[in-house]
Every structure is written in structure tokens, then in C-alpha cells.
């Protein structure tokens, strides 16, 4: 069973950076998708970046638009740790990120996860 725990949330001004990271145990992931979703207060759970497997140790990447240009998402496979870099954060990004793992080479939907991570808070003020 995988476990992913997440670290690197906090608060930041607008216009700065934050990298977020997850590591797993109990599994090797460098054969499956990875990626962050984030859910902010009311809202439902969205995806933000996903990096699926495509063979070898090639990996491709999909953003959402409201992040596309500003955030990115990449792997250390030799730690088993996958980060989310976050550039010109803004106030609307303010979410709790979630870490998952998929159970095949993709994950861009909420049905792609068989892991989620516990969650960290990122908080871009104005």
C-alpha cells in the first residue's frame, strides 16, 4: 500500500514562489502517473498537474489552464518524491494541494488516483 506525504505548503505575497513535495514508501511510482489537485474553501476538488508515464524513464506533463506557464510539475524517481514548483502565485491559488498517485501511466481525473496524500495548505495573499 502506498503512502504519499506531502510537504512544503505555507504562505506567500502574491508574485512569489513555493515548491511543494511528495514522497511516497511502500511503492515505487516511477511506473504510473503522478500529480496535484487542490481544493479550495467551498469549492470541489480540481486537478492542477499531472506527469504520466510513457515509457522508460519519459514522462509527459498536463496543467491545468488556470496554472499552465506558471506552475510545474516534475520527478526524482531516485527518491520517489514528485514536486510541484509554483511560480507567480496569486491569491486565487489558495487551496489545500493534494498529492496522488495513479494506478496506471496517467492521472488527470479524480478516478485516475488510487492514493491521495494528506494535504497541505498553500496560502498566496494579496
Known amino acids: 500500500q502506498v503512502h504519499l506525504v506531502e510537504c512544503g505548503g505555507g504562505l506567500v505575497q502574491a508574485g512569489c514562489s513555493l515548491r511543494l513535495s511528495c514522497t511516497a514508501s511502500g511503492r515505487t511510482l516511477n511506473r504510473v502517473g503522478m500529480g496535484w489537485f487542490r481544493q479550495a474553501p467551498g469549492k470541489e476538488r480540481e486537478f492542477v498537474a499531472g506527469s504520466k508515464w510513457i515509457g522508460s524513464n519519459v514522462y509527459s506533463t498536463k496543467y491545468a489552464d488556470s496554472v499552465k506557464g506558471r506552475f510545474a510539475i516534475s520527478r526524482n524517481n531516485a527518491e520517489n518524491t514528485v514536486f510541484l514548483d509554483m511560480n507567480s502565485l496569486q491569491p486565487e491559488d489558495t487551496a489545500v494541494y493534494y498529492c496522488?498517485?495513479?494506478?496506471?501511466?496517467?492521472?488527470?481525473?479524480?478516478?485516475?488516483?488510487?492514493?491521495w496524500g494528506q494535504g497541505t495548505q498553500v496560502t498566496g495573499s494579496s
Open positions: 496522488a498517485a495513479s494506478s496506471s501511466r496517467q492521472l488527470e481525473k479524480s478516478y485516475d488516483v488510487a492514493a
